[in-house]
């Protein structure tokens, strides 16, 4: 048996008579293969390409799959989620439907703090519980890696229960999930309007516990009038490289407080949000090598007007990511899908700009580029099988789900 195991491990298993956008960073647009083939072994991919180049070896005893002339791009990457929530906040979309102000809503006793005290509220169990069916959701569309982040606890056991949470949905499903520390994401009702205590609290006590626990995979931060300058963030993102943590931003999202620019200087993974960002900010992010992750749901749900500068992006050279932001209050949105065709809608992102922003530039917002995000020898076998006759079709299509197959790790 210890043998016969063995050997399996070590089988090739082809997929064959496809078609392949690679999205390999050295190809030209999607990558595009026609007649091609992938193999695996070990769950990583050992060949990607034309199905005539492939080295006779990968033939011989491997476990062949026909895909019938399928398209297989590289297994979908949500990269900016707030999958842990508890509840909903229906009742506030309700009350503007109404014409209710943010304020009012806020004074209501909505917001982010209403979100905070339900999830306080809630159990580690019973948030695994409600997040499930919002993962199945992006695993039944070909997701095969999600970010997931915290910041509805505010304090340490709550962060640490949020944070607990999303690592459980990876041992729940077969999907990698990748965890951000936002405790600098709203002011806490205890902390009495103090930003600053509260700051030193989140970088210097509450930070470091989860990292050494080993919860956090990234730093996250909500720099806004609304929520923390960019001084104040600085300070937690001085804590994240203490404690070596790659950072991350909510930035320039309803103004300009030149979060772009703050989140170069720190060399973060990506910048999200962006709609307010200048051109000093496009090109300080061009030369950090900072991801711009572009959030349309959020920017559709609150009824936003001023639109992401994908032209500088596009001009000095700014990676973009595409994510569907999923949160209970500004865009309770659970398909990657869709929210590649408002990226291309309502901000003019092209088919091969959308599909690299959920695959190849999604990865490298997590820093795993690496590991996933293209169809490449070396790379995980992440893999999405599409029943289309062009990629095209996965952009054009609302509701509507062609996912044929979904392979994670080869599998």
Not at 81 to 89: E, I, K, P, S, Y
Not at 281 to 287: D, Q
Not at 317 to 329: E, K, Q
Request: proline fraction near 4%; charge should be negative; hydrophobic fraction near 45%.
């Amino acid at each position: 048996m210890a043998a016969e195991s063995k050997s399996r491990a070590g089988e090739v298993r082809l997929w064959r008579n496809a078609r392949l956008a690679t999205m390999a960073d050295s190809s030209a647009g999607s990558g595009v293969v026609e007649h091609g083939a992938i193999a695996v072994r070990n769950g990583r991919i050992v060949y990607a390409g034309p199905e005539a180049d492939m080295p006779a070896a990968l033939r011989e005893n491997a476990e062949a799959i026909d895909c019938e002339g399928r398209w297989i791009t590289p297994g979908l990457i949500d990269c900016h989620t707030h999958l842990v929530h508890a509840g909903n906040r229906a009742n506030e979309f309700e009350m503007r439907l109404a014409g209710a102000t943010y304020e009012e809503v806020a004074k209501a006793g909505g917001g982010i703090v209403s979100s905070v005290k339900a999830l306080r509220a809630t159990s580690e169990d019973e948030l695994v519980a409600q997040s499930l069916p919002r993962l199945d959701a992006l695993i039944a569309e070909g997701v095969t890696t999600v970010e997931i982040k915290s910041g509805y606890g505010l304090d340490l056991e709550n962060e640490r229960k949020s944070l607990r949470a999303a690592r459980r949905l990876g041992g729940e499903r077969p999907v990698t999930v990748r965890t951000t520390f936002l405790g600098a994401h709203a002011l806490p009702p205890e902390a009495k309007g103090d930003k600053d205590a509260f700051i030193d609290l989140v970088a210097n006590e509450i930070l470091p516990a989860i990292a050494a626990e080993g919860l956090a995979d990234a730093v996250d931060g909500f720099c806004e009038g609304i929520a923390f300058w960019p001084e104040q963030i600085a300070r937690v993102f001085d804590a994240a490289k203490a404690a070596g943590l790659p950072v991350k931003l909510h930035a320039d999202q309803l103004s300009n407080l030149h979060g772009a620019e703050l989140a170069a200087r720190y060399g973060a993974l990506s910048a999200d949000h962006l709609e307010y960002t200048d051109e000093a900010g496009a090109v300080a992010m061009a030369k950090a090598g900072t991801v711009a992750t572009i959030l349309p749901g959020a920017y559709y749900f609150i009824r936003e007007t001023k639109k992401p500068p994908i032209a500088l992006f596009r001009q000095h050279g700014v990676g973009m990511a595409v994510a569907t932001d999923n949160n209970p209050g500004t865009s309770p949105l659970t398909s990657l899908l869709l929210t590649m065709n408002m990226a291309a809608t309502l901000f003019g992102l092209t088919v091969d700009e959308c599909l690299a922003g959920v695959t190849r530039e999604a990865a490298r917002a997590l820093g795993l580029l690496g590991q996933t995000g293209t169809l490449e020898a070396g790379k995980s076998a992440d893999l999405a099988i599409w029943d289309v006759e062009r990629p095209a079709e996965l952009v054009y299509r609302m509701g509507f789900n062609p996912l044929h197959a979904r392979i994670w790790r080869g599998q």
